[in-house]
């Protein structure tokens, strides 16, 4: 069932990673290296994530802030704080080793997820993204956002995404959402059975286990231009 988080939280939370990234960022950063997670129970241990700080690395997070998930469920944990404020020290210090760090470990994955946690950050960080994924064809990248501005301002260049980067539009309430494009969303449903106001016609359920979907490319490893995946707020 879904909840808020308590405001305090939030900030409290996102203060200790902030804190913690600022401490890192004054010491030997270059001994650190971006630490990714296999312990995620939906997304299970075939499939690596990387993610930043919640909120403070997250655009376009205003309405949905007070529900996030990883703020309310993983980020408690010391050990977790850790490695979010450890991968955002490294990004905004050694951006260029951030995603070398990722790409040598996506090479020996089938597949990979970005951000539990955190976002794309801007244009760079996407572009940066999109390179990884052209370098690494022999793995799947799956991430679900909500910055659409800087999505649909990489397409308005003429760009392509590669066919190993799945992108899903991030549906919230409150949140609008401007799709040209018409990607793929991911659309929760709220108590009570409320859908995302961005709920598209040919929807397909969330089975709760990305490794199912990502060997069989169905759900949102399978989803197509107009298809959202549904799932309970949680």
Not at 10 to 35: C, D, F, P, Q, Y
Not at 49 to 54: A, D, E, G, R
Not at 221 to 227: H, I, P, S, T, Y
Request: proline share 3%; charged share 25%.
């Amino acid at each position: 069932m879904y909840s808020e988080i308590n405001p305090t939280a939030v900030v409290r939370r996102v203060g200790a990673m902030l804190t913690l990234r600022t401490e890192l960022e004054n010491g030997e950063i270059e001994s650190l290296h971006v630490k990714f997670s296999r312990a995620n129970r939906k997304t299970g241990k075939s499939i690596p994530s990387v993610s930043l700080i919640p909120v403070a690395d997250c655009g376009n997070c205003a309405t949905c802030s007070s529900g996030c998930y990883d703020l309310r469920n993983v980020c408690y944990l010391k050990s977790v704080q850790t490695t979010r404020a450890q991968n955002s020290a490294i990004l905004r210090k050694d951006r260029d080793r951030y995603f070398r760090e990722i790409e040598a470990t996506a090479t020996l994955e089938r597949f990979f997820r970005w951000h539990v946690g955190g976002e794309i950050v801007d244009a760079d960080y996407f572009r940066r993204m999109v390179e990884t994924a052209l370098k690494v064809p022999t793995c799947t990248f799956l991430v679900f956002t909500k910055r659409f501005d800087i999505v649909n301002g990489f397409l308005d260049g003429g760009r392509e995404i590669p066919r190993n980067l799945k992108i899903i539009f991030s549906d919230w309430k409150g949140l609008e959402m401007d799709n040209p494009y018409n990607l793929p969303v991911s659309s929760p449903v709220w108590n009570y059975g409320v859908k995302g106001k961005h709920c598209t016609e040919k929807v397909h359920w969330c089975g709760g286990h990305c490794e199912e979907c990502a060997t069989t490319a169905t759900g949102c490893f399978g989803a197509r231009k107009g298809d959202t995946i549904l799932f309970h707020a949680h």
